[in-house]
């Protein structure tokens, strides 16, 4: 997962990819139990739209050839607008394995709108659209930095 996100643990949520296309991603992920917002077994359900940003990461594009021939260089996404968002309870439990669906409904350029959901053993967690920027590796949106971050 690390040759395709940015994210590192405990940060990084997606542990597998089910299936991927231009189109659709099923991703499974989970929240660490050593995140620094678990409490009690318990983490913020807004976590589960952070594992549905991390999720939209397999859609946009494959990571990039890194040019000093060290592996792939994840590609840098922004997540830039939320619409719609449920959350049904305050909460998710962590360290369990969580389902993320998300589907491209419309795409302008290097924006995209994805639809998305995440559940559990057939619960939903949270659900709604996320517009992403996908931009190149090595080119972030002016006034951004594409220094590695834990987010």
Known sequence: MEDAL??????????????????RATIVGEVPMNHSLVAAGRAPAILAVDLAAQAAGFLSRPAAASTDGGGRTPRIGYLVSLRGVTLPAPTIAAGCSLKVEVALESRVGNLLMLSFLVSHEDRELAQGQLGVYSGAASTPPSGHSSRKQNH
């Open 6 to 23: 940015p994210h590192r643990p405990p940060a990084l949520f997606v542990t597998r990819v089910l299936e991927q296309s231009d189109q």
